[in-house]
């Protein structure tokens, strides 16, 4: 996907949420639930003109984060080899964030789910294309498992995001099934897998650089 598609897409997602931000304006109410507990139950509020602009105005910063990167990062020329997979993260990682501030939206106008099975899906899909992405991604200052030992060396950044794709793929495939149980079985199932592949790929890179520098 170009980056000029990407763009234009991502605007699209942000333009849609302005308008219903506008259109529903006047029916949701002045303190807005804005954040969920492991059970579900609302624990967090806040004002409405926050509820309604926050997300979008976010995601269009993301945007402008994400195009300038790939333009400022020294290794840049290796972006530009998995760029067509990076602007799909941001189409991804947009969306999300658009679908996130729609699922607000529709607590706030009165309808009841479980936000957890509304929302793990979509992250369990984010995590695995993530994992995608980390198979493709070339050493780089931005983009990627960036710890002392990739940065330093292409051969542990290679190995490194090999082994980082499966877990990631693993990690949204529990994050997905954690949809299923709601509560606190599926905050484990989302964030002990993501705490523990981090963990995993940082001790991996470094023994990795260990090796690499004796042999």
Same mark, same amino acid.
């Given at each position: 996907m ?6 234009i ?9 302005i308008?219903?931000? =506008?259109?529903?304006w006047?029916?949701l109410?002045?303190q ?17 003109v926050w ?10 910063g993301?945007?402008?984060l994400?195009?300038?990167?790939p333009?400022?990062?020294p ?9 067509g ?11 999300f964030?658009?679908?996130?501030h729609g ?10 789910f ?12 984010l995590?695995?294309? =993530?994992?995608?992405l ?5 050493r780089n200052?931005?983009?990627?498992i960036?710890?002392p030992?990739?940065?330093s060396?292409d051969?542990?950044w290679?190995k ?7 877990l990631?793929?693993?990690?949204g495939?529990l ?5 299923f149980?709601g ?12 705490l ?7 001790l991996?890179?470094?023994v ?5 520098s004796?042999a």
């Amino acid at each position: 996907m170009s980056t000029r598609t990407t763009s234009i897409l991502v605007m699209f997602m942000i333009m849609l949420a302005i308008v219903a931000g =506008m259109v529903l304006w006047a029916q949701l109410p002045e303190q807005m639930a804005s954040h969920w507990d492991a059970n579900d139950q609302v624990n967090g509020y806040m004002p409405k003109v926050w509820g309604v602009w926050m997300m979008p105005l976010v995601t269009l910063g993301m945007l402008a984060l994400f195009l300038t990167i790939p333009n400022i990062d020294p290794l840049k020329a290796n972006i530009e080899q998995f760029r067509g997979v990076f602007n799909l993260f941001i189409l991804f990682i947009s969306a999300f964030m658009l679908y996130m501030h729609g699922l607000t939206l529709a607590w706030n106008m009165g309808f009841q789910f479980r936000m957890s099975s509304a929302m793990l899906p979509f992250m369990g899909i984010l995590f695995i294309f =993530m994992g995608y992405l980390l198979k493709q991604a070339k050493r780089n200052f931005f983009i990627g498992i960036r710890t002392p030992w990739t940065l330093s060396s292409d051969t542990v950044w290679d190995k490194t995001h090999q082994l980082g794709s499966v877990l990631f793929i693993v990690s949204g495939v529990l994050s997905f099934a954690g949809s299923f149980f709601g509560g606190m079985t599926a905050l484990w199932l989302t964030l002990f897998p993501l705490l523990g592949s981090t963990f995993i790929l940082v001790l991996y890179s470094y023994v990795l650089y260990q090796r690499e520098s004796k042999a």
